[in-house]
């Protein structure tokens, strides 16, 4: 019995290892060649996928938690006709490398700062959705005097609740082993039903096509990593920064849906408490991937503000 039941420990422990091995070996992350969009540049030692279309002032595009600059693909033509547009993905997401990354938003704010003075953009908006909101809101009350003003779209800006799933999955050493076991498992058909989830209001938006792009690249051993120690890192982010909301000097802008969580729409209405400049625009019957439910609607309000900001400066 003794005999049998050591077997089973080594062979758990082995299991153990391989599961280790395979996750901290990148395996199962998607290479630069399978992507069909985007060029590539190098931050202190990242490389990093992005996009950039027209002339003009320049807007900055955030992705959330998960996600890839394909999620700006419906306001990116609209939107370059008048403006320079840079979408990237962010570090650990889509097809850009996270070997440094510490999972915080005062490091995708820093690497948007390096992003503005490599690409040398000016007269500069931020437009960020969820994890990337909340990374506009980090960039607000940093104050870089080349960022005009910010928009935030289905921002977290207080406190989030992290599933417990996030929790094993960040665990060291052995969360990227975790998160590749998830990756060769259930990972696509769960983020297939979340994407279908969030656009439930919209069924014709969640074509084969666009739900089975963002289920294999979200469900990378990376990005499923990624997401989890994001997760894990947000409220210590958000703590380190909502005592200086009320500080913030330049235009905000906040687009969020009367569908989306409680704990969101909270947030935002707490903003604009405590910053009544604010303009917070809640969009009726929908969810929270505002730039694909909404598209013509959020165009719109992009507009407004970035004429506003105009003769703001001017």
Not at 25 to 34: A, F, R, V
Not at 148 to 173: E, H, T, V
Not at 249 to 267: A, R, W
Request: hydrophobic residues 35%; charged residues 25%; positive net charge.
């Amino acid at each position: 019995m003794k005999k049998k039941i050591k077997l089973l420990f080594v062979i758990i422990l082995i299991a153990l290892l391989a599961l280790v091995l395979l996750g901290h070996l990148g395996i199962g992350n998607k290479s630069e060649t399978d992507s069909k969009k985007g060029e590539y540049l190098t931050i202190n030692h990242e490389k990093i996928r992005y996009l950039q279309k027209g002339v003009g002032d320049d807007l900055i595009l955030i992705h959330g938690t998960p996600g890839c600059i394909e999620d700006w693909d419906l306001v990116v033509d609209s939107l370059s006709k008048k403006y320079r547009v840079t979408a990237i993905d962010r570090l650990g997401n889509g097809f850009s490398t996270a070997n440094n990354y510490q999972y915080t938003l005062e490091e995708n704010s820093a690497l948007i700062h390096d992003l503005i003075d490599t690409l040398k953009l000016k007269n500069i908006t931020i437009i960020g959705h969820s994890f990337g909101g909340s990374t506009t809101a980090q960039l607000a009350v940093e104050n870089n005097p080349k960022i005009d003003s910010y928009i935030m779209i289905a921002p977290p800006l207080y406190q989030i609740k992290p599933d417990n799933i996030y929790k094993i999955a960040s665990i060291p050493i052995l969360g990227k082993g975790f998160t590749y076991l998830i990756h060769k498992t259930t990972a696509k058909e769960i983020i297939s039903d979340g994407i279908k989830s969030s656009l439930q209001n919209n069924p014709k938006l969640h074509t084969s096509e666009f739900v089975n792009f963002r289920a294999n690249l979200w469900s990378q051993p990376k990005v499923l990593y990624t997401t989890s120690k994001e997760r894990m890192n947000y409220n210590d982010g958000l703590n380190k920064i909502t005592p200086h909301y009320s500080s913030i000097k330049k235009p905000i802008l906040i687009i969020v849906g009367d569908l989306d969580s409680e704990d969101i729409l909270k947030d935002c209405e707490k903003f604009k408490k405590i910053r009544p400049e604010t303009n917070l625009i809640i969009l009726e019957n929908t969810r929270h991937f505002v730039q694909v439910e909404r598209t013509e609607k959020l165009l719109e309000e992009i507009e407004k503000h970035l004429s506003m900001v105009k003769k703001e400066v001017l």
